[in-house]
């Protein structure tokens, strides 16, 4: 299948999901997926401004990059931090010769083994309200191809938080809040599989979400249960699983 095809089945499969009653916090790690997979990304996260304006993660394909995006909303730089002030692409070919630009942010990115970044903006009307990142192992991806269907995905996100609980423009801030809630179930859910399985959290997420996918569930409802208590960690955590979350 040509890159092309790939793209297209991508798109209609996340805008099939749209329609549908979907969970919002898979939604937003799979359009983070499709990043990394089809975006020449060595990783990918989602940050959206909740309703103090304050950036907050809700989407990355790993760890290393949920760790990164935090920095960047720690020391106050970066390419989300900028993408969002803007309201427009940031990019940054080369992390080494970034630390004029971002002298807090650059270093942490090669620490982090990432080379290059990528920032494209959550666009709604005239505002933005949030950005995807991508963080590249090498150069930054196949340039202007790359960046349109990054945006696309981008434009996805949004629409996703839009349509989430049904809600309208004017109650974009309160359907953040309820995706930053999801995640943070999610987290605690990793956290308790983690400690329970002696694993890593990357790999608690895929198990949690092949429960989810087992039992026809949201990662969400998943992860509300074992924090509730209506779920054991051992019935989630089970055999290890053969591929991540999305892949083929």
Known sequence: MGRQAELNEAFASLTESLVGDFDLAELLDRIAGCCVTLCSAGGAGIVVVDRAGTLRDV?????????????????????????????????????????????????????????????????????????????????????EE???????????????????RQLDVESTGETIAHALADRSLIERAKGMLAEAGGIGTDEAFERLAVHARRYVQGPTETAAALVSGALAPDAVLGPAPRTRPGGD
Request: aromatic residues 6%; hydrophobic residues 50%.
């Open 146 to 164: 790359d960046l349109r269907a990054a945006q696309v995905f981008a434009d996805l996100a949004v629409l996703a938080v839009l349509h989430h």
């Open 59 to 143: 989407a990355y394909s790993s760890e290393a990059v949920r760790a990164l995006e935090r920095r960047q909303m720690e020391v106050g730089e970066g390419p989300c931090i900028d993408c969002v002030r803007l309201g427009r692409p940031v990019i940054e070919t080369d992390l080494s010769a970034a630390d004029a630009r971002w002298p807090l942010f650059a270093p942490a990115g090669r620490l982090a083994g990432f080379n290059s970044a990528r920032a494209l903006p959550l666009r709604l009307c005239d505002t933005t309200v949030g950005a995807l990142s991508l963080f590249d192992v090498g150069a930054a991806g196949r340039g």
